[in-house]
């Protein structure tokens, strides 16, 4: 894939997308809550969606080839403005040419459980 370097809103080095990812410390929980409990099928979720639904392009962390799906895969975070120790980090799998759905996403710094008590 050819480096998209002269575009502000890709990383350096590939065509991906690239972010603050800052949102507030509620939008970090309630977003997992949002993908844990609430949204209908989070794994067939664009990055374009989750975007949408954050309001910020997630901060950009690596893309790699996974050699167990035998495709592209980008990883991104949404990160706590009151705390960047707490964050959302999620998995997109190219399941079409330039189509990065959700395949994985964790909590760091942060209970999922607590969030899940507090916003659900």
Do not use: C
């Not at 894939?1 to 972010?19: F, K, L, R």
């Not at 495709?71 to 975070?77: A, D, G, I, Q």
Request: glycine share 10%; proline share 3%; aromatic share 16%.
């Amino acid at each position: 894939m050819p480096a998209n370097s002269g575009n502000a809103g890709t990383a350096a080095g590939t065509s991906a997308p690239d972010g603050t990812g800052i949102v507030t410390e509620e939008q970090v929980q309630k977003g997992y809550v949002y993908m844990s409990e609430v949204a209908k099928d989070i794994f067939n979720t664009t990055y374009e969606e989750l975007v949408e639904y954050f309001g910020v392009e997630g901060k950009f962390d690596k893309e790699d080839y996974s050699d167990v799906y035998k495709t592209n895969m980008r990883y991104y975070k949404w990160i706590s403005s009151e705390n960047p120790h707490n964050f959302i980090y999620v998995n997109f799998m190219e399941t079409e040419p330039g189509v990065y759905e959700i395949s994985a996403y964790n909590t760091s710094g942060f209970s999922g459980t607590e969030a899940k008590e507090k916003y659900l």
